[in-house]
């Protein structure tokens, strides 16, 4: 139900919002509830494309490779890495898309994708979890490595590294970008050279890693039950594309002078990641097949310091220089990823509190408090349970991500739900089923069939079960449904030339600042444009009173309060007045 031409609107007094510093600089914020508008979006697409791909640095990718390797046997860990690899990219090429199309973040396309307002909620926290998690895997690698060239004990090291990153991600995507471009290079260099003479000076170093068969000796062969628990594991990984959404939101608009390179650039800051991945995973089995024929223990393989220390003795014969070599190496790949990982979980927060709370101290107070959550991880010693974390949290993560690129390949085309992407609480409706119901089924079927209800082979492809579910049933709940859930209202209507200016600014009648058309919504109770955050910070009780006639003589008392409950209206009984929720 919405509300009509022929209605007159209560008029609330409206009060100033003043925002603090952290949240009125665009440089500390990085519009982390809004749409990126196009005067933000002020950096090339190569630079862009550098920032998001500076992420596939994440030493965790050895590891992972490594785990499977140890756990599942060359073959296994090998088909299981492509299909990881091949999932990824056909998964995370919509989302990259839409994201550099229309300036939004993982959250604000989760929002517009199927999941509604207050549906993306529970994603945010998923979300936001990912990147505490691999926050700190990640920071745990440096520590060790601290700890192998310095001596600094680990409780120490966790909190150094914790710590270290807090001032990289203050100042947004402006800092981090430059911190990409400036370690490029070196990183890089670091990557390749180890293996490179390895190869030279032992060319025979890796010959037997064909045959090894894990830690049980059972993965000599192709397995299917191990190629799907080692599936498993790996697929985890694919929560890594909201985290470049994230920064491809900053993607300049594609117009015919810079198409090529904009959909060059949107690949491979996008689902490029993932060749260069899979590279890293199969380099983390060599590294640790390479350790283990070194006499280092297997729980110690699987750590990225020892692989790349058994690497770079091959590079510097002196001991020292090639722990100094590696300890350098960790610690500019895990500040590039963790600069990322911060920086995602902080907007990831942001959208989960602002709509708990009706307030937002900014995206800076959720950088601190996403570190010190990975920091407690770290003291809990999460990076022993690698395998074990991975395989349960990927079913849910896979089951979220597969609802909403089923949405954008499948539902969008086929005109289940709308062509575009609206994420202002003004024009959503609270829950949409179709996200929602799909990923709730999706991980109820997966983390059941994890935890072994359906026998050791659903067991093992459970993360395949989340995929399949969400996949499928998204689209179905969307024809049941008719696509209803989707949009609640309308948007603006054109002018009076009859366009309407897309971009064109406008002033927000409450916090009084000027943003650009896709931030801002028509308030009925404010009698004037909002912005999308002002708007979601706003706890009032809006009042709408039909001017025509009485509420109990245009509709029936139940399907009055019915037709309420689905439009996110709240009838008031014996009145005729609505409460809107937007």
Same mark, same amino acid.
Request: charged share 10%.
């Given at each position: ?17 003043d ?19 196009q ?26 490779g ?15 890495? /492509? ?16 994201a550099?199309?229309y ?15 207050i549906? #993306? ?25 601290l ?10 090291? =966790?909190l ?18 430059? /911190? ?8 890089l ?13 032992n ?8 045959? =090894? ?28 594309m ?11 608009? !594609? ?52 692989? =790349?220390?058994?690497?770079?003795? =091959? ?16 610690v ?13 979980? $902080? ?24 570190? /010190?959550?990975?920091?407690? /991880? ?67 079927? #997966? ?14 492809? $459970? ?20 696509? !209803? ?5 309308? $948007? ?9 200016? !897309? ?8 916090c ?39 509420? #109990? ?30």
């Amino acid at each position: 139900m919405r509300v009509g031409p022929d209605v007159a609107v209560q008029r609330i007094v409206k009060v100033r919002r003043d925002y603090n510093s952290w949240v009125a600089s665009e440089t500390m914020e990085d519009y982390a509830l809004r749409f990126t508008p196009q005067r933000f979006r002020k950096w090339s697409e190569w630079r862009v494309a550098n920032t998001a791909f500076g992420a596939a640095s994440f030493l965790i990718l050895e590891a992972v490779g490594a785990t499977l390797l140890v756990k599942y046997g060359f073959t296994n860990a090998f088909w299981a890495i /492509l299909a990881t690899g091949l999932i990824i990219f056909m998964a995370g090429l919509p989302i990259s898309i839409y994201a550099a199309r229309y300036g939004v973040d993982m959250d604000l396309l989760t929002r517009g994708a199927g999941f509604g307002y207050i549906g #993306s909620t529970l994603t945010s926290l998923i979300y936001a979890s990912f990147t505490f998690i691999f926050f700190a895997l990640e920071a745990a690698v440096m520590a060790y490595a601290l700890d192998l060239a310095l001596g600094i004990p680990p409780r120490w090291g =966790y909190l150094i590294c914790a710590l270290v990153v807090i001032p990289l991600v203050t100042h947004g995507v402006s800092a981090i970008s430059r /911190l990409q471009v400036w370690t490029q290079p070196l990183w890089l260099v670091m990557l390749v050279v180890p293996f490179v003479y390895v190869f030279l000076r032992n060319p025979g170093a890796f010959s037997g890693v064909v045959h =090894y068969g894990g830690e049980k000796g059972t993965g000599g062969a192709f397995d299917l039950h191990l190629f799907g628990a080692a599936l498993t594991v790996g697929i985890a990984l694919i929560t890594q594309m909201g985290e470049q959404a994230d920064y491809l939101r900053f993607m300049p608009v !594609r117009n015919k002078t810079n198409r090529w390179r904009w959909w060059a650039s949107v690949l491979a800051g996008g689902p490029g990641w993932i060749f260069l991945g899979v590279v890293k995973m199969l380099g983390g089995a060599l590294l640790a097949y390479l350790a283990i024929s070194n006499m280092v223990p297997l729980d110690r393989a699987v750590d990225p310091n020892q692989m =790349y220390l058994a690497a770079y003795e =091959y590079v510097f014969p002196n001991y020292g220089l090639a722990v100094a070599a590696t300890a350098l190496f960790v610690v500019v790949s895990q500040l590039k990823i963790n600069v990322t990982n911060a920086y995602a979980g $902080s907007l990831a927060w942001s959208n989960f509190f602002s709509r708990i709370t009706h307030s937002h101290p900014g995206r800076v107070v959720w950088v601190v408090f996403n570190t /010190l959550i990975a920091f407690m /991880l770290m003291e809990m010693n999460v990076f022993q349970a690698l395998g074990d974390v991975l395989g349960l949290y990927s079913n849910i993560a896979i089951a979220w991500v597969m609802a909403v690129v089923a949405d954008l390949v499948i539902n969008k085309p086929l005109g289940l739900s709308p062509p575009g992407i609206e994420f202002k609480r003004a024009h959503l409706y609270d829950i949409n089923p179709v996200g929602v119901g799909a990923m709730a089924l999706a991980s109820l079927l #997966s983390v059941t069939a994890h935890l072994g209800l359906y026998g050791e082979m659903a067991q093992a492809f $459970s993360a395949v079960i989340a995929m399949g579910t969400a996949f499928v049933t998204a689209p179905l709940i969307a024809w049941a449904t008719k696509g !209803r859930y989707y949009i609640a209202r309308g $948007s603006e209507k054109p002018q009076a030339n009859g366009t309407y200016k !897309r971009y064109a600014t406008q002033r927000c009648v409450i916090c009084e600042r000027a943003y650009e058309g896709p931030d801002m919504a028509h308030c009925p109770a404010y009698q004037g444009p909002i912005c999308s955050l002002c708007c979601t910070l706003d706890a009032l009780r809006r009042f709408v009173q039909a001017a025509r006639q009485p509420v #109990s003589a245009m509709v029936g008392h139940a399907a009055l309060a019915a037709a309420c409950a689905v439009s996110g209206l709240t009838w008031i009984p014996g009145s005729a007045t609505f409460c809107c929720s937007c």
